[in-house]
């Protein structure tokens, strides 16, 4: 069984920086995708982030491109989240997760993941 745990969430100002990193452990499995997904309070957990290991590609949401950066380090299975600028909208509960299927077309659905974390809070105000 996959573990996953996420840690950096804090609280911050806008225009701040945070990074988050996420930690995989126990048994081995063939993951296809990692990524960060984030729900807000009353809001539908909706995707981040996410690399797909059949091509080493990255894709992110249109909300978050150009400001925050997925990155892994996978000799240590780690994965991280660099996120600038954050905004107010960026307030919310991100999760780390992980896939043993998801394709380049499918990776931005939570539905398409296996493994989760338990969740770390981000909050920037203004």
């Known amino acids: 069984q996959v573990q996953l745990a996420e840690s950096g969430g804090g609280l911050v100002q806008a225009g701040d920086s945070l990074r988050l990193s996420c930690a995989a452990s126990g048994r081995t499995f063939r993951s296809s995708a990692m990524g960060w997904f984030r729900q807000a309070p009353g809001k539908e957990r909706e995707f981040v982030a996410a690399?797909?290991?059949?091509?080493?590609?990255?894709y992110y949401a249109d909300s978050v491109k150009g400001r925050f950066t997925l990155s892994r380090n996978s000799a240590r299975n780690m994965v991280y989240l660099q996120m600038n600028s954050l905004k107010p909208e960026d307030t919310a509960v991100y999760y780390c997760?992980?896939?043993?299927?998801?394709?380049?077309?499918?990776?931005?659905?939570?539905?398409?993941?296996?493994?989760w974390g338990q969740g770390t809070q981000v909050s920037a105000s203004s």
């Open positions: 997760a992980a896939s043993t299927a998801a394709t380049m077309r499918t990776l931005t659905n939570p539905n398409e993941y296996n493994f």
């Open positions: 690399v797909s290991y059949r091509n080493g590609n990255t």
